[in-house]
């Protein structure tokens, strides 16, 4: 499955959170990162975030996709990872 | 179609931005909106964006769906605009 995160976590956690996401996905700007991931995954990594994230403050959300096969993507201004898919 | 939209542009900039993009779109968290939207509205919308926003800095990301029937969502942690819907 295809997956967009979005994170609006404290400043103290931010690092941390970053430094997971980038395990599973590939960032893409500021607080977003998207990528493909198993089911087996996504359960790890989501797992993993609510062990380190303050659930009364802290807010993530996934958006999950089928495939990427439907989704388009425009961009206004600087691509801020244009290497994000060079592994 | 349906429309997430991520934004990071520079500090003097943010209230701009979100102040249009609340016109068009729902707020979700932090720098991130969503909604439907006419193939018209969203080429009003980053027309007018492109006008306020300085492109060799700025970066908004739209993450364009057909609808939104096969998009799910996961959240950890709270709901930063659980009214999001009710317009």
Redesign the interface.
Known sequence: MYI?C?Y??QEKRVQKVHKLLKQYLHW?????FEGELTNALFHQL?TD??KI??????????????SEK???????????NSTSFIL
């Not at 994230?53 to 999950?64: A, G, P, V």
């Not at 439907?70 to 801020?80: A, E, P, S, T, W």
């Open positions: 967009i979005v609006d976590v893409k700007q500021n607080s977003v989501t975030l609510q994230t303050d659930t009364t403050t802290d807010s993530i959300i996934f958006y999950i996709l089928p439907n989704l388009k993507r425009f961009l206004i201004g600087v691509d801020k």
